[in-house]
């Protein structure tokens, strides 16, 4: 596609249950990212894929949070047993490559709102 | 931890006056910086970015930058704003060493031009 892709981009669930957010990278970008924006927190990094691997995870907030990228494309990024807290954003990025002197491009995020 | 400052949280100006837009990082390494800008109801997208070189960098829309070492800051200048330039602004820098090209973001500030 023309740019990066997410699904859904809104989604309410109740406290408890799991979600999974969906990214299309842009075609031909190794590298792929998640990040979190919420309200008076700014956008945190999550984690890093490069190709199919995450060699950075430190962003994960805790161990409901979990991701993968298949095919070097697609990525789901899965929270179990939703909180209120987890209620923000959800931003993918992707870029050519991992390197840093490339320009990273968003989607439009997901909107997780947990009731 | 490295982090990234913007000092304004809520900037309001009338068409045609001049914005600066603070941002300062705490990372005393090789760094790469950027300027993001996210319009209403739209993904983020890159202002201008600088990697090496001339400090002062310009990017799209008539927005600029300067990168002063000395003082950790990149702020974002534009000598005559209009309406349309309501958005909210994020500064990210990341490591010039780091091979995920991870960003990390300050806390964004939102810009509101009165027509």
């Known amino acids: 596609g023309a740019g990066v892709s997410q699904s859904p981009s809104n989604k309410v669930t109740e406290k408890g249950k799991d979600v999974e957010l969906r990214c299309d990278p842009i075609s031909g970008h190794t590298a792929l990212y998640w990040y979190r924006q919420s309200l008076g927190q700014g956008l945190e990094f999550l984690i890093y894929f490069q190709g199919n691997s995450a060699p950075d995870k430190s962003g994960l907030p805790s161990d409901r949070f979990s991701a993968e990228r298949t095919g070097g494309s697609v990525s789901t990024l899965t929270i179990q047993r939703t909180q209120q807290e987890d209620s923000a954003v959800y931003l993918c990025?992707?870029?050519?490559?991992?390197?840093?002197?490339?320009?990273?491009?968003f989607g439009q995020g997901t909107r997780l709102t947990v009731v | 931890a490295q982090s990234v400052s913007q000092h304004n949280h809520h900037v309001i100006l009338s068409e045609a006056a001049s914005l600066e837009l603070g941002c300062n990082y705490s990372y005393g390494g090789t760094v790469n910086l950027f300027w993001y800008v996210q319009y209403p109801g739209q993904h983020l997208q890159l202002l201008l970015k600088?990697?090496?070189?001339?400090?002062l960098v310009k990017g799209i829309k008539g927005f600029e930058a300067e990168f002063i070492k000395s003082k950790f800051s990149f702020n974002l200048r534009k000598p005559s704003v209009q309406w349309s330039d309501t958005a909210e602004y994020f500064c990210a820098v990341n490591q010039g060493s780091s091979n995920t090209g991870k960003l990390i973001f300050g806390q964004g500030t939102t810009l509101q031009v009165k027509p």
């Open positions: 600088y990697f090496s070189g001339d400090p």
């Open positions: 990025a992707s870029r050519i490559r991992g390197n840093q002197d490339t320009e990273a491009f």
